[in-house]
């Protein structure tokens, strides 16, 4: 079992809808990450959090909204949504993000579909 | 974004069989990562490696940081059904914490 649970598992929005992706983590962990992936691909990295800061945002559309509300909760609001957003989302965490030696522990992700 | 070059991209091997799966990059890496992913799950750490040269096993898994720190190699013996998934290595450079490269992918499947 997972130690980063993500929450819901599968999500089905209109383009005008608003919602939300959860994850949690009870590891400890400072550092979370935000990931889509596409069908047969690697990871993309969206945004990474750092002591509930947001660090890294790679040019990520205003339409995804990430929230670090405390040290093991992580969101990320929808809003507006494209067909082509539909992914898997997968949230990890890390233990210190101050060094770069700490590996990503993932959740099971949110299958995430725009109609 | 960047990602690391791993192959082969896919194997269809039987049951019993090793296998072996490589990732090369041109950049230099602090540390290197491998993943398997089954379908509808997240990625799922299977080893980390962490200085050039290290060998390290998780059971029927090794893997190696390359001397360079430019590659890495994960080797699964005796392969059995439930190997069946896709394998991703990942590097972690010195300078950027937190950004985590991914290589492309091997897609394993084993037969009876």
């Known amino acids: 079992d997972t130690e980063v649970t993500q929450t819901p598992k599968h999500l089905v929005m209109g383009m005008t809808n608003k919602k939300s992706l959860k994850c949690e983590q009870h590891m400890g962990h400072r550092a979370m990450y935000w990931y889509k992936q596409k069908a047969k691909k690697p990871p993309e990295l969206m945004f990474v959090y750092s002591y509930e800061k947001l660090s890294i945002n790679e040019s990520v559309p205003s339409r995804f909204s990430p929230e670090c509300p405390n040290s093991s909760l992580l969101n990320l609001h929808l809003h507006a949504l494209q067909p082509e957003d539909s992914a898997l989302y997968l949230c990890?965490?890390?233990?210190?993000?101050?060094?770069?030696?700490?590996?990503?522990?993932f959740g099971d992700g949110t299958r995430l579909s725009i109609l | 974004g960047q990602q690391l070059n791993q192959s082969p991209q896919s194997m269809f091997i039987q049951e019993g069989e090793d296998v072996s799966m490589n990732c090369t990059s041109s950049?230099?890496?602090?540390?290197w990562l491998w993943y398997k992913q089954d379908p509808g799950e997240g990625p799922v750490l299977l080893i980390a490696l962490y200085k050039a040269g290290e060998l390290t096993s998780n059971g029927r898994l090794t893997a190696q940081f390359g001397i360079t720190r430019k590659d890495s190699f994960l080797n699964i013996s005796a392969s059995i059904p439930s190997d069946v998934g896709i394998y991703f290595c990942?590097?972690?450079?010195?300078?950027?914490?937190?950004?985590?490269?991914f290589g492309t992918g091997t897609r394993l499947q084993v037969t009876l």
């Open positions: 990890a965490s890390s233990q210190e993000p101050s060094y770069s030696n700490q590996p990503q522990h």
């Open positions: 990942a590097g972690l450079p010195y300078f950027t914490a937190s950004k985590l490269t």
């Open positions: 950049s230099i890496f602090n540390t």
